[in-house]
């Protein structure tokens, strides 16, 4: 069973970013792995694993728990392609 990530609360610290652009950005990297903020403001890499019309599966943090959170687009505030060096 997924894990939905909370996004787009109340407390949410940070705006989401354009939902068009997150979902191109996606879509692009799937089966890459992603620096994401979050509405909450925790960023973390995480592999990205699929883009359906709502949100996005991922996995924890560092790949960790492969295909078990699923996010709303709403919930991001920021993408950006892993480096290298955030890898090891």
Known sequence: MLKP???NRADD????MPMDTAVQ???ANVSKR????????????????WVDD????????????????????EGIA??????DADSC
């Open 5 to 7: 990530r909370k996004g």
């Open 13 to 16: 610290v940070l705006p989401a």
């Open 25 to 27: 950005l996606l879509r």
């Open 34 to 49: 992603m620096r994401v903020t979050f509405t909450d403001g925790v960023t973390q890499l995480i592999d990205i694993d």
């Open 54 to 73: 709502e949100g996005f599966g991922h996995s924890g943090a560092n790949g960790t728990d492969p295909k078990a959170y699923w996010t709303r687009f």
């Open 78 to 83: 920021h993408l950006e392609p892993a480096s």
